[in-house]
């Protein structure tokens, strides 16, 4: 099955205003962001990458465009199912105030029971990025081969929430992860399982090109060499 390219849109203005922007329209990216997404094209330019998929919202839309701009051919499309988490009542609040209401700790230490006012669950946000990711899995399969590499576009809880249920963690652990804006997460996905290959990764990303040799269903034992 392919592997796929989780990025986390690039620093928003949200981000440095210390605000829980959610499902709030005209968040864009900040100077940083903007430049965070212009490096992107660089980052991925070894990969072939077969289709990108992004959340709609506008953060999103803004770290994508730079990619599609350097390659024309490439097909975007938009997914709600991999938008940000609809924090109900808590949208467009600072941080700093959250951080005293109850349900705060709840959120990091058992989300698997948050649920937010007016919003929705953790659990439900999980679920249905987990199941766009599984479509989208059999979509590219299907039109590109085992092989192909795709990317999505989405945010940290989204992205934290992927990487546990292909770990098979708990959603209680996923607040353990972490990934920083415009990092790149890549997950391969087999028959028999899925396999973080790259957590948050803001470097360079050559070595996550296909290579000759089909690649095995098994772990490495003992950490595999690497890239080539």
């Known amino acids: 099955m392919p592997t796929l390219l989780l990025v986390r849109h690039g620093r928003s203005t949200a981000n440095t205003e210390g605000l829980l922007a ?7 990216l900040d100077g940083r962001g903007a430049a965070q997404a212009a490096a992107l094209p660089g980052r991925l330019a070894a990969l072939p990458l077969s289709e990108v998929v992004a959340s709609p919202l506008q953060r999103c839309q803004e770290t994508i465009r ?11 499309h938009t ?5 940000e988490c609809h924090y109900g009542d808590w949208t467009g609040r600072k941080l700093a ?8 700790e709840v959120v990091q230490a058992h989300p698997s029971a948050a649920a937010f006012p007016g919003g929705e669950s953790m659990r439900a946000m999980q679920t249905r990025a987990a199941e766009a990711v599984r ?7 299907r039109d590109h081969g085992a092989d192909a590499v795709y990317l999505m576009c989405s945010h940290g809880d989204i992205i934290k929430s992927l990487v546990a249920e292909a770990l098979g963690l708990h959603l209680d652990l996923f607040q353990r992860i972490s990934v920083d804006p415009c990092s790149v997460t890549a997950i391969r996905y087999t028959r028999l399982r899925p396999y ?12 996550l090109a296909p290579r000759d040799e089909t690649p095995s269903d098994d772990a490495p034992v003992g950490g595999g060499a690497g890239a080539p």
């Open 22 to 28: 959610g499902w709030t329209p005209g968040v864009a």
């Open 66 to 76: 730079p990619l599609l701009d350097a390659r024309p051919g490439l097909t975007a």
């Open 79 to 83: 997914d709600d199912r991999i938008g």
């Open 97 to 104: 105030e959250l951080k005293d209401e109850p349900l705060m």
């Open 135 to 141: 479509e989208w899995n059999a979509r590219v399969e």
């Open 196 to 207: 973080l290959v790259r957590l948050g990764d803001t470097g360079d990303l050559a070595a």
